[in-house]
């Protein structure tokens, strides 16, 4: 059996997805990876056979209608074999120093205690950026020992991205995610439902996962996302509505989830500002109006936080400096 099954949904990507697979192939051995070409209409299909013929004990393909990135990654999840779980998307890729010591430390885990989460550090690749925006978690959990959510602090504002996770396969396949077709920002959801789930975490001091941003077509690009507002605010309903029908018995673990739901909500919200048409403006509305129909305890716990209090309410004040925080926030964490 492989350590780390690594799934690598590709639509459209000749140009990216070489530097994907090459820096996965380091460690071949003990990595199987996953392309899953989702209905590409360019050569992908091609490029991953061809990896496929080179390295037939390492590499998997499979080629399917088009269905999204979720829908890559639940393909993935159900032929993967290896240990762990691990998603890199096609026009990422990973340093491979760190990967070797990725692959190391589960090896050890595996025989010493299997977890169910390694977290590493990711780096944002931004176009044009001479500054490289690390993105680390050592003031919010411990390093090199297991832990439970307990020994956590998470701060507001700071919390785990799928570049910054590797799960246990079996988990997964145990609750049988299943992540929606043709939506974008299910990533989110990847890891958030999985969460409720995890006991035992370790974290990696390392810098594995190089996310590449800032052109101009990419789904996280500000403008498209705006563009796209209906489905990161269904992909915000999903999480809402997972948090309210789970009971999660660790306080810690509820507390995290609480926070991460925070900050989707709150992206949410600043993109229907930006947006400032009527339309959004009254979405922005009906999602808070959601919340507190759905959980008005909550709501509630939302409106006592500083930006809850903000984003929940209506007029031009509000709008402009909360904006203003945003553009704060930009300058300093480097996102698009």
């Excluded at 697979?21 to 996953?34: C, G, N, R, T």
């Excluded at 079996?170 to 989110?188: A, C, E, G």
Aim: glycine share 4%; charged share 25%.
């Amino acid at each position: 059996m492989k350590i780390l099954s690594v799934v690598v949904p590709a639509y459209n990507s000749e140009d990216y997805l070489h530097r994907a697979i090459d820096s996965l192939l380091s460690e071949k051995a003990d990595v199987e990876i996953i392309i899953v070409n989702d209905g590409s209409t360019d050569s992908t299909g091609n490029i991953a056979d061809q990896y496929k013929k080179n390295y037939p004990d390492t590499v998997k393909v499979i080629h399917q209608k088009n269905g999204g990135h979720g829908d890559a990654v639940t393909t993935g999840l159900q032929v993967a074999t290896g240990c762990y779980f691990k998603v890199v998307d096609s026009d990422d890729w990973v340093d491979e120093t760190a990967y070797q010591r990725v692959i190391q430390q589960l090896k050890q885990l595996t025989n010493d205690q299997k977890v169910d989460m390694l977290i590493t550090n990711y780096v944002y690749e931004k176009v044009g950026a001479f500054h490289k925006k690390r993105v680390t978690y050592t003031r919010a959990i411990p390093e090199n020992k297991l832990f439970g959510w307990s020994e956590t602090r998470f701060r507001q504002g700071n919390y785990l991205l799928m570049h910054s996770i590797i799960f246990d396969t079996k988990l997964l396949k145990r609750i049988n995610l299943r992540l929606p077709r043709h939506t974008f920002y299910v990533d989110n959801l990847f890891v958030f439902e999985p969460m409720q789930y995890v006991r035992k975490i370790y974290y990696l001091n390392v810098d594995f996962y190089r996310y590449f941003i800032g052109r101009e077509n990419q789904s996280v690009n500000e403008s498209k996302m705006i563009e796209q507002i209906d489905q990161q605010l269904f992909v915000n309903k999903k999480m809402i509505d997972l948090y309210t029908s789970n009971s999660v018995d660790d306080e810690s673990c509820r507390q995290y989830l609480f926070q991460f739901l925070e900050i989707v909500t709150t992206v949410s919200s600043v993109l229907a500002l930006k947006s400032n048409t009527q339309e959004d403006l009254w979405k922005k509305e009906m999602l808070w109006h959601y919340i507190e129909m759905v959980d008005p305890n909550l709501y509630a716990q939302l409106r006592k936080r500083f930006l809850g209090a903000l984003l929940s309410r209506k007029g031009f004040g509000i709008r402009y400096f909360v904006l203003r925080i945003y553009k704060m926030c930009q300058r300093i964490y480097g996102f698009n």
